[in-house]
């Protein structure tokens, strides 16, 4: 089948408002797609998904440091320069690292993260949830990105931080800088490297403090990396940022695309109310795959490897598309359905492999804390507006607003 | 003597993180569809393959006493 009709253009206004149809076309006609535009491989169906990333000595992470080619899309040219900084910046990020130092730094903060220590954040979750409906209860209205999206996921990694709390709506200034990562704006170096420096400049003082000073707070795990030796400090203050940023961007945009689903699902909201308790857990992995909340991430060919009959060469880049695998119908019978009972449901929205995301049970503990308390309290949810806008990124899925209604 | 353990992962969980193969060395490996295996019940102490248990990212790994059928994880 010939795919010399697809467009490559992928932060067009309708590609944006509904990858699915565009990335589900790649899927079923040239499921490892050349785009040409882009000069990238696209790779679009579950069973290539699982397979690449479960292969990471063919597949590098390390993009940053080993693609000496100027950004896709273009940028300005008088811009190269602040990309040369970016470059640097994103290279120290443990999740741009291959085995063996990657699972040198990962062992770092692994246990930091595993499912029993996070789950002994679930009160906390709870607690926080219920204060921000009761804020929203007393409004009478609800954007829910504005006013639970947003702040919930910021306010728990800021705890996990040790950051004081005066402080998360400066971090929230920040991180909003660093989601041009994914953006295809001409001028986007310009605000990415703003907020690179700005983190830099934040949690360098509050790493100096934790080496001194250590507690049970995240910064302090990572500044013991740079005591044994694992981290330089450039990488604490590179992987603390990180940390910030990924621990709540991708989270806010679970809570706003999970809710939005449900708006738009009736029947299943209905369900969902049913019993909430009982449906939150399953309901939030439906959530995770129906509307995911990374649409893509980025490998570089290792050495040349053999895909559905194409060949991609040794340091051709590649991206790998969450958005179309986790409606493949090979995967997921009536995989356009929305379906809270779902069953098996093995999405990859958290990607799969040595990579697998690091917060994946945060993320599950707070769209099920969330979801289950907006049935509780919010039985009449209802979406106020028609028309939804995303923000044009090809790495993330993320609304502009939501706003809601109860009455 | 030391405990006769049942291990073993559950593949629909699965997704090959690896992270229990890195530190219960001799007791997981890798299959070919990267997903992990138990080949080896007695090959690591209790203590390393409960702590390789506890760091599986999505709790993928069981452990029992293979005579009493005693869970000890999780």
């Not at chain 1, 467009?7 to 499921?31: H, K, L, N």
């Not at chain 1, 785009?35 to 397979?51: C, F, G, I, Q, S």
């Not at chain 1, 998360?168 to 990562?181: V, W």
């Not at chain 2, 699965?14 to 992990?36: D, Y």
Request: glycine share 4%; with cysteine; proline share 6%.
């Amino acid at each position: 089948m010939t795919a010399t009709h697809i467009q490559d253009d992928m932060f067009t206004p309708d590609v944006i408002a509904d990858p699915y149809t565009y990335y589900g076309r790649i899927r079923d006609e040239d499921p490892v797609h050349w785009n040409e535009k882009y000069a990238m491989w696209a790779v679009t169906r579950y069973d290539d998904l699982t397979w690449l990333t479960r292969h990471h000595e063919l597949f590098s992470s390390a993009v940053f440091k080993n693609d000496p080619r100027p950004p896709y899309p273009d940028i300005n040219e008088s811009d190269l320069g602040l990309y040369e900084y970016i470059k640097n910046y994103q290279a120290d990020q443990f999740i741009q690292h291959d085995r063996p130092e990657h699972l040198e730094m990962r062992r770092v903060l692994h246990g930091f993260f595993t499912p029993r220590s996070m789950e002994a954040w679930r009160p906390f979750v709870r607690a926080a949830v219920k204060d921000l409906l009761d804020a929203a209860e007393e409004k009478g209205e609800m954007d829910v990105m504005r006013d639970l999206a947003t702040p919930l996921p910021v306010l728990v990694i800021a705890e996990m931080m040790g950051v004081p709390p005066a402080e998360r709506q400066y971090i929230r200034h920040l991180a909003e800088k660093l989601l041009y990562i994914g953006r295809g704006e001409y001028d986007r170096m310009k605000p990415l490297a703003e907020g690179m420096r700005g983190m830099v400049d934040y949690v360098s003082p509050l790493v100096d403090e934790r080496i001194v000073n250590p507690g049970d707070d995240f910064i302090s795990v990572l500044a013991n990396g740079e005591k044994k030796g694992i981290f330089t400090r450039h990488e604490v203050l590179v992987n603390t940022s990180l940390l910030l940023l990924a621990g709540h961007e991708t989270t806010i945009n679970l809570i706003c695309n999970g809710a939005l689903s449900f708006l738009r699902h009736q029947d299943q909201w209905e369900l969902l109310k049913q019993d909430p308790a009982g449906l939150a857990k399953p309901a939030t992995e439906e959530c995770l795959r129906y509307d995911s909340p990374v649409k893509s991430i980025q490998r570089i060919a290792a050495q040349d490897v053999e895909m559905r009959g194409k060949v991609l060469r040794k340091d051709d880049r590649i991206r790998w598309f969450i958005s179309s695998a986790n409606r493949d119908p090979v995967a997921f019978p009536d995989p356009e359905k929305f379906d809270i009972t779902r069953h098996p449901n093995q999405h990859v929205a958290f990607g799969s492999g040595v990579h697998h995301c690091l917060g994946a049970t945060l993320a599950r503990v707070e769209g099920q804390e969330v979801f289950k308390a907006l049935a509780e309290r919010f039985p009449r949810l209802q979406a106020e507006a028609a028309d939804l806008e995303y923000q044009p990124s090809i790495t993330f899925r993320s609304l502009k607003s939501l706003p809601v209604t109860w009455h | 003597m030391a405990r006769k353990l049942r291990v073993w992962v559950d593949h629909q969980a699965c997704v090959g993180n690896a992270m229990c193969e890195s530190i219960a060395t001799r007791t997981f490996r890798l299959n070919e569809n990267r997903q992990s295996e138990a080949f080896d019940p007695g090959g690591d102490s209790l203590e390393t393959i409960l702590e390789a248990a506890e760091n599986c990212p999505v709790s993928a790994i069981f452990v029992e006493d293979a005579e009493t059928g005693e869970r000890l994880f999780p």
